[in-house]
Nanobody, 116 residues
Framework: VQLVESGGGLVQPGGSLRLSCAAS????????MGWYRQAPGQGRELVAT???????RYADSVKGRFTISRDNAKNTVVLQMNSLKPEDTAVYYC???????????WGQGTQVTVSS
C-alpha cells in the first residue's frame, strides 16, 4: 500500500495550495480518506475527512477555507487550501482507513509553510 502526497511548499499568508494524495494497493473507493497535520511540538490533528460515501468533516479551524474531495476513478484525494494562515504551517499527512478491514495507512507527509 502506498499513499503519496504532493503539492506542499512555501506560501505567503492569504495564499493557496493544493495537496494531492495518490493511493495504490487498496480498493480506494471503500476507504475513508483524510488529511491530518502535525505542527512542530504538537500532536497530529484532523484537518478534513471524506468517507467512502462522500460525507465530509472539517476541523473548525479550516472550515470555509479548505475543501476536500476525492476521485475514485483516479484513486486520489485532494485538499484545496485557501486563505492560508501562518498557523496552518505543519506537515500534512494523507490517511486511508477501513473499519471493515481494520486498516489504517499513512503517507510520508508533505510540508506546508505559510510565511511572509
Amino acid at each position: 500500500v502506498q499513499l503519496v502526497e504532493s503539492g506542499g511548499g512555501l506560501v505567503q499568508p492569504g495564499g493557496s495550495l493544493r495537496l494531492s494524495c495518490a493511493a495504490s494497493g487498496i480498493i480506494f473507493s471503500i476507504y475513508d480518506m483524510g488529511w491530518y497535520r502535525q505542527a512542530p511540538g504538537q500532536g497530529r490533528e484532523l484537518v478534513a475527512t471524506i468517507n467512502s460515501g462522500g460525507s465530509i468533516r472539517y476541523a473548525d479551524s479550516v472550515k470555509g477555507r479548505f475543501t476536500i474531495s476525492r476521485d475514485n476513478a483516479k484513486n486520489t484525494v485532494v485538499l484545496q487550501m485557501n486563505s492560508l494562515k501562518p498557523e496552518d504551517t505543519a506537515v500534512y499527512y494523507c490517511n486511508a482507513a477501513s473499519v471493515r478491514y481494520n486498516h489504517d495507512y499513512w503517507g510520508q507527509g508533505t510540508q506546508v509553510t505559510v510565511s511572509s
